[in-house]
């Protein structure tokens, strides 16, 4: 069975400045999907990004970046130019891209709550 | 271009009793996925529906059952609850078999 960990439960940046969010992730499978998603006090899942594996570019969305490691199984968020909306849970999740059986749900991991500081 | 509406946003029910959770999809989207997320943790898949018939299943117990209605919508209910059960519900939908889900705010659901 697919697992997603993220060791990181609490991080906090100043603004303007750069974080990253570590995950990694466990599975047998060579094709799936990676994604982060923010979850602000609205409890809304926002999705931040979003990584096929068969890419090797790695994702980019404005101010936010992966670094999308598959053979180290590491999946990590980059946030440059940090700012007090980023504030929220975040957390990574895996969906395999087989559509048969148990495949279609997404994994996900504990979260990283992160803090920004004026 | 409406997102995904989840109703009630609060609840609280006791022990034992029976509940209703309703989740409109985003408009063009057939498929419905619920997770429950309990405080502190990252969601856990429930079930997944499209066509009007559960495709995918959690590990959850035949307490946690679903609908589908032609619209697409859909309801979790829940019997005999616990207090284990309080969590936020979260409803997604998507296209059927892709990855490009929409999140509703979910249904806080306390059990006393």
């Known amino acids: 069975a697919q697992t997603v960990t993220q060791s990181q439960p609490e991080m906090s940046v100043q603004e303007a400045e750069t974080v990253t969010l570590s995950c990694t992730y466990d599975t047998s499978e060579s094709d799936y999907y990676l994604f982060w998603y923010k979850q602000p006090p609205s409890r809304q899942m926002i999705l931040v990004i979003r990584q096929e594996a068969y890419k090797q570019q790695n994702a980019t969305e404005n101010r936010f970046s992966v670094n999308f490691q598959k053979a180290a199984k590491s999946f990590s968020l980059k946030i440059s130019d940090s700012q007090l909306g980023d504030a929220a849970m975040y957390f990574c999740?895996?969906?395999?891209?087989?559509?048969?059986?148990?495949?279609?749900?997404?994994?996900w991991g504990l979260g990283t709550s992160l803090a920004v500081n004026p | 271009d409406a997102g995904v509406t989840q109703s009630p946003t609060h609840l609280i029910k006791t022990r034992g009793q029976q509940v209703t959770l309703r989740c409109s999809p985003k408009?063009?989207?057939?498929?419905v996925s619920w997770y429950q997320q309990a405080l502190g943790q990252g969601p856990q898949f429930i079930f997944q529906?499209?066509?009007?018939?559960?495709?995918q299943r959690g590990n959850f117990p035949d307490r946690f059952s679903g609908h589908q209605f032609p619209n697409y919508s859909s309801e979790l209910n829940v019997n005999a609850l616990l207090l284990g059960d309080s969590a936020l519900y979260l409803c997604a939908s998507s296209l059927r078999n892709h990855y490009g889900y929409t999140f509703g705010s979910g249904t806080r659901l306390t059990v006393v």
């Open positions: 999740a895996y969906r395999s891209a087989a559509n048969a059986g148990n495949n279609r749900k997404l994994i």
């Open positions: 408009s063009g989207h057939d498929t």
């Open positions: 529906y499209y066509e009007e018939e559960e495709r």
